[in-house]
């Protein structure tokens, strides 16, 4: 009896820990396929080995190795959160991990029924926990599926009609047919015309995808409205003395200077990166007279970040200078970052400004579009994470997408490349060219279709926290407004509809089977 009870003992444990070691693996798949290994094929499967370790298991059970795989997923997408807040850090991880115990959870009771319900649904399910992860509680819309592949560029280019979306539903979609392709319990035979349907859906992307990136070249060349050049400027300001009273002349004079060289080139525009100038302007007026002083003297435009204050509220802004070194606009961010720009619900949460440093900004009101003469809209911070922001941008105007950033906080890790991709993602939905001008990198230049024109870096190859400065022409085209742009978040709708339908059907097909 003893005996017996040792042998159950050591076979529970053996499959605690294969099934352990399978969630692991999936994480481990899915971490690597996100910068700084960018391996994006990895993606792709990614999840397999985590639908192995579901196989026959409770709810509980699914729920929990699903919930293992996302908190060792999160911990090794944003471990750079550890340089702000460690407490924070943890919070969010074990947060974001719940959508991928709700997803384990979903595949576990789906997969007991036929494979055309897991083969569409599966995807559109893991879209809308992306979708929700986008918007609840002001959104964290970081590390979609769809942006580890914002190298592949074929694969990209359906986001002007399914936003990142799509490209997550069909890596999901992937991950799901090579999981039931090896799945002994499903006959490849006999599910051979069912496999059509991913392998047609990957078909028409790619040549949708090759069309695209062949058809946008073409149409910068053939329908140019406009060249700009744009020199975007990387002060590479460390975080710790960004706001030192101290280093304040320093700091406006590295930004002088580095300007003075990029006025070389004879720039349209030169961009600075978020809060370059390291005073609240209304405060401090010498420090935007200096600013205006340089911009008369070398006839250059000039946005620039800056705090701002109007009527005892703080603003976290981009001002624009005209070559005359008029104020000619200025746009207030419209979507703060919770618990570092503002304290949601500050009375009841008042013990936190205590715990992290939290500023306490204001949010904007207005889509402002610049004009120097093409017409641009600024991101500022992770506003880039926010597709509705973009859309919204365009359809007022904006022939050219700005980003400035400050990433300093997170310092030498894969978070500013992290950051970028969401960029990439955001010129494709709206086949706009985007600039990113950041404090400490990734700063650089992005076509309509998602490349990467240019970054700047040093003689190494680095990126981040380099010193330096980038200028480039951006062509300026006349394009009608993509799918995306015009309609939205219909694709995450379709989602949704796919499923309320598969679980009425669902539902009929087991009241079917009872009253038989």
């Known amino acids: 009896m ?16 294969k099934d352990f070691f399978l969630s ?13 290994s960018n391996l994006w094929i990895l993606a ?7 639908f192995f370790a579901l196989r026959n298991k409770s709810k509980p059970k699914a729920f929990l190795f699903s919930y293992l795989t996302g908190v060792i997923f999160w911990l090794g997408i944003i471990y750079w959160l550890i340089h702000v807040t460690l407490a924070g850090m943890i919070v969010l991880v074990l947060y974001l991990a719940i959508y991928f115990g709700v997803f384990g959870l979903l595949f576990s009771l789906y997969t007991l029924y036929a494979i055309r319900y897991t083969l569409l649904v599966i995807p559109a399910l893991w879209v809308l926990l992306e979708y929700i992860r986008s918007h609840l509680f002001t959104g964290f819309p970081w590390a979609l599926l ?31 047919t090579v999981y039931s392709i090896l799945d002994s319990r499903f006959s490849i035979l006999a599910q051979r015309k069912r496999y059509l349907i991913p392998v047609l859906f990957l078909i028409v992307t790619l040549l949708y995808g090759y069309y695209k990136l062949r058809f946008e070249h073409r149409a910068s060349s053939i329908e140019h409205r406009a060249s700009l050049k744009i020199s975007v400027v990387q002060g590479n300001i460390p975080q710790e003395l960004k706001w030192d009273p101290g280093s304040r002349e320093q700091i406006l004079e590295k930004y002088l200077n580095l300007s003075l060289e990029a006025a070389k080139d004879r720039p ?11 005073v609240v ?14 911009v008369k003297e070398s006839k250059k435009p000039l946005l620039f970040g800056a705090v701002t204050t109007k009527d005892n509220f703080y603003y976290n802004s981009a001002l624009l200078l005209s070559k005359e070194s008029k104020l000619l606009n200025r746009y207030d961010k419209l979507h703060l970052v919770p618990f570092g720009e503002y304290i949601p619900l500050r009375k009841t949460l008042w013990f936190l400004e205590t715990v992290v440093p939290i500023g306490d900004f204001s949010p904007g009101k207005e889509y402002t579009v610049f004009q120097v003469p093409s017409r641009f809209a600024v991101l500022i911070c992770f506003e880039d994470l926010f597709p509705e922001l973009s859309r919204e941008f365009t359809k007022r105007g904006a022939d050219l997408l700005v980003n400035i950033t400050n990433d300093a906080w997170f310092k030498i890790t894969s978070s500013p490349y992290q950051h970028l991709q969401a960029s990439v993602f955001r010129a494709v939905e709206n086949r706009l060219p985007l600039v990113r001008a950041a404090n400490t990198g990734v700063s650089g230049f992005i076509e309509p279709t998602g490349e990467i024109l240019s970054l700047l870096q ?14 480039q022409n951006i062509i300026i085209s006349r394009r009608s407004l993509t799918f995306y742009t015009q309609h939205g978040d219909i694709f995450v709708v379709l989602c949704a509809l796919y499923v309320l339908c598969s679980i009425n059907i669902k539902r009929k097909t087991q009241s079917a089977k009872l009253k038989a």
Not at 24 to 35: D, N, R, V
Not at 147 to 169: E, H, M, R
């Open 44 to 50: 792709w499967f990614g999840f397999v080995p985590l």
């Open 458 to 471: 040093d003689k190494t190859g680095r990126n981040i926290f380099i010193t330096g400065y980038d200028t």
């Open 2 to 17: 003893l005996r017996k009870m040792k042998s159950h003992i050591a076979y529970r444990i053996s499959h605690i820990a």
């Open 24 to 36: 692991l693996s999936s994480a481990t798949l899915l971490i690597l396929s996100f910068p700084n």
């Open 281 to 294: 302007l209304e405060e401090e007026p010498l420090f935007l007279e200096k600013v205006k002083n340089f």
């Open 268 to 278: 349209d525009l030169i961009i600075w990166p978020e809060a370059a100038i390291p």
């Open 146 to 176: 769809g942006y580890s592949q914002y190298l592949n560029l074929p694969i990209i280019q359906i986001a002007d009609i399914t936003g990142a979306w799509g490209v997550s539903f069909l890596v999901m979609m992937i991950n799901v």
